[in-house]
């Protein structure tokens, strides 16, 4: 079959929604109504816990009840029990899910206990005050040195213990990282609606499918097909909506309570509690090298929070078995159950940990052993993936340190710490790399073309703000041979055919595979129909030799010959050509997949204020091919600025007395501002791999944060000659 010719792909092109969502017309899940099909709807307000573990002995809502507007107040005292049956999707983690208003317990500060659904927004949250709420009270652990740890993942490969008694130079580092929370701009909501037993649900999601979908009709006891969850735009996640939350329960639960649909937004303090977190780490990392600065081996003890219902772990091990070649690693990852609510993946998720961890040690050794921090990565550049033994796809990691380096003037830096000055600014320059693992997960898209020779193309993949909409369409319309203006590419529907999450980094892999392959089909049937037509100008010609240009069907060599879908589709009758589009990932992996980068930083320290100000940076990534390089700018930009937070601001502060978030809220929980955020600057290599895909995509959306903080953190200790291990740097810690 011909190849298309390229024409959209790898071009920057705008965002198709952009124009919708700065002039406030693109409607995210809380601003559906009327215009919609939503009438009556009724507002709720969630009753949060008190108190940090323990049972409600008591719950009055009289006087919330006799508040004018409010039409009702549902807790576990008069709450329906609900199936929750078992889901196999994303909502299992190991252990037991909340089941919303199903039991008197409070498992931690914040826990949704109650719901008051009113006529107005203002009564119910007024009413939701008036909820008297007695407790029987007990001592909630939150510190993650207090707590138990559960038993262990372990990995190991070689003898840690000798070669660390033997190896010339050793560290020994403690790392202690503190929780984020992803606070993206639009809090979680959710509009529910029962039409007799079928449920509608407008949210906020990373996952319309085998995500919010299946979980609701898990909740209900429902058959998937009588679920339907719509989020066509999704102001930002992180994450944080690659789950269903108590929230999205709470709104069907209080909508099939009063009879009619109800709107249910999270204020912003809520989403500190219901929804999860990037957990809390205590990272300890012996480091044994020799002179030369080639590692000998790494032994790593790692505790990272969990609730104390369920189990949630991540990828945070992956960074020490296989960036650098070592001979010898052994690695001890434990959860610890606390009085908290459950943690979930935030960009990055894991890797951005391990990163952290194994970047800032590599900078330490440089120092110890006196050999430039980019010289030392070379040296312990590994031929093969060392964890699995299986060759790499692609690894471009050396690649991205030359032009980094070269663009950055790392060759201009003085390698003595604490040694340029300007004004009352310690100025330091630090770098790091970064991975990602490659992956990709089954997928679909219905693609159709229309009579008018325009196509429509839907997936139930979701965009949260890495441009999905605008990608797909570049995918279709080439892939077509269609303008971009003649694509419709939708998503956000349950209904439309399904995709993975729309999270770690797998959606362009997945969903643009799936794209592609409809559309190739499409486009496969029109050129058989044409040249199989007598009546066409391809009639006889060879389908392999015929493209499609602007809905043009044309001989490779000869433009002159062709004619138009439309031309086609009318003289055949046909009112459209429609192909389902698939893609499955390889069932073993013959090679390691992942997505590199270097981020490099440069730092003013205050040598009288201790306040850190960066100001520039670089990161060099290989991601492979570049569908929209605007669009992959745009996440570089983003998860650069996520990365200061991480490095320099974000902290959820908790108090341990009783277990309350006690910076729950935007004035307190810092995140970068413009006034935070210098000059960025983003190189793609670009290329393809071949490997992970049919689009030679690797992923971009969370390598682009892993090696921020890191390499903010060793310029820190460049210009100041002070190595702080925690995270976020502080001010105090620099004094
Ligand atoms: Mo990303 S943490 O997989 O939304």
Not at 350 to 377: C, F, K, W
Not at 429 to 440: E, F, K, V, W
Not at 554 to 572: I, Q
Not at 597 to 622: C, I, S
Request: one cysteine or more; glycine letters at 10%.
């Amino acid at each position: 079959m011909s190849s298309q010719p390229e024409v959209v792909v790898g071009e920057p092109k705008v965002r198709i929604d952009g124009r919708l969502k700065v002039t406030g017309k693109a409607p995210y899940a809380a601003d559906h109504g009327h215009e919609h099909g939503i009438e009556n709807m009724a507002y709720a307000a969630i009753v949060d816990a008190t108190i940090g573990r323990g049972r409600i002995t008591g719950i009055d809502t009289s006087t919330a009840e006799a508040h004018e507007g409010v039409l009702g107040v549902v807790s576990h005292e008069n709450a329906p029990k609900l199936p929750y049956r078992e889901n196999a999707g994303s909502n299992n983690l190991p252990g037991e899910r909340i089941r919303v208003f199903q039991n008197d317990r409070v498992l931690f500060f914040g826990h949704p206990i109650a719901v008051v659904v009113a006529e107005t927004l203002e009564a119910a949250q007024h009413g939701a005050r008036l909820v008297e709420v007695t407790y029987d009270e007990e001592s909630p652990t939150t510190e993650l040195e207090d707590g138990t740890p559960d038993e262990p993942t372990n990995y190991s490969r070689g003898d840690v213990e000798a070669a660390l008694a033997d190896a010339p130079v050793r560290l020994d580092l403690t790392y202690n990282l503190s929780r984020n929370h992803h606070n993206p701009m639009e809090p979680h909501a959710t509009i529910a609606r029962w039409e007799d037993d079928k449920l509608t649900v407008w949210d906020k999601t990373q996952w319309v499918g085998d995500g919010t979908q299946v979980e609701l009709a898990a909740v209900f006891g429902l058959a998937q097909d009588d679920v339907r969850v719509l989020s066509p735009y999704v102001g930002g996640a992180f994450g944080s909506g690659l789950r269903t939350w108590p929230n999205t329960v709470i709104a069907a639960v209080a909508a099939r309570e009063v009879g009619r649909p109800v709107k249910l937004v999270l204020a912003r303090r809520q989403m500190y509690f219901n929804t999860g977190f990037r957990p809390a780490y205590r990272y300890q990392l012996t480091v044994g090298a020799d002179r030369d600065g080639r590692l000998l081996a790494t032994d790593h003890v790692v505790r990272a929070e969990t609730s104390s219902y369920e189990t949630f772990s991540e990828a945070v091990l992956s960074a020490g078995q296989m960036k650098y070649s070592t001979p010898n690693v052994r690695q001890d990852y434990r959860t610890v159950p606390l009085d908290v609510n459950t943690p979930i993946w935030m960009r990055g998720p894991g890797a951005a940990t391990g990163d952290h961890v194994i970047e800032t040690a590599m900078d330490e050794l440089a120092y110890e052993v006196g050999i430039d921090p980019i010289e030392l990565r070379r040296r312990n550049e590994p031929t093969e993936d060392e964890s699995s033994g299986l060759p790499f796809s692609t690894r471009r990691l050396l690649e991205c340190y030359d032009v980094g380096a070269r663009e950055f003037g790392w060759s201009r830096r003085n390698p003595e710490p604490a040694s340029t000055r300007d004004g009352d600014w310690q100025v330091g320059i630090g770098m790091a790399s970064a991975l990602y693992h490659t992956a990709a997960a089954p997928a679909r898209a219905r693609v159709r073309l229309r009579i008018d020779g325009t196509a429509l193309v839907e997936s139930a993949t979701s965009d949260m703000g890495p441009g999905t909409y605008t990608s797909m369409t570049q995918v279709a319309a080439d892939a077509l041979g269609l303008t971009l203006d003649d694509v419709d590419f939708r998503l956000g529907d349950s209904a439309m055919p399904a995709t993975p999450p729309h999270g770690g980094s797998m959606t362009m892999a997945s969903v643009g595979s799936a794209v592609q392959n409809g559309a190739d089909k499409v486009r496969r049937e029109a050129i058989n129909l044409a040249v199989n037509d007598a009546a066409s100008p391809l009639h006889g010609a060879d389908a392999d030799d015929i493209v499609v240009r602007r809905g043009r069907l044309h001989v490779r060599n000869d433009a002159s010959r062709g004619e138009t879908y439309r031309a086609l589709m009318a003289r055949n009758g046909r009112t459209r050509i429609q192909a389902t589009g698939l893609f499955s990932p390889r069932e073993e992996a013959t090679k390691s997949a992942w997505a590199y980068g270097a981020v490099f930083a440069e730092v003013g320290v205050d040598a009288q204020l201790g306040l850190v100000r960066v100001r520039r940076m670089l990161g060099v990534y290989d991601a492979a091919r570049i569908i929209n390089p605007r669009l992959a700018e745009s996440q570089a930009l983003g998860g650069m600025v996520g990365g200061i937070g991480k490095a320099l601001l974000e902290h959820t502060v908790t108090d341990h007395r009783d277990g309350r978030i006690v910076n729950a809220n935007m004035a307190d929980y810092l995140v970068p501002v413009n006034a935070d955020v210098p000059d960025l600057k983003a190189i793609y290599l670009g290329g393809r791999d071949d490997y992970p895909d049919p689009i030679g995509v690797k992923g971009l959306g969370e390598v682009v944060i892993c090696g921020v903080a890191p390499a903010i953190a060793n310029a820190v200790f460049h210009a100041t000659g002070r190595r702080v291990r925690d995270l976020p740097i502080t001010i105090d810690s620099l004094l």
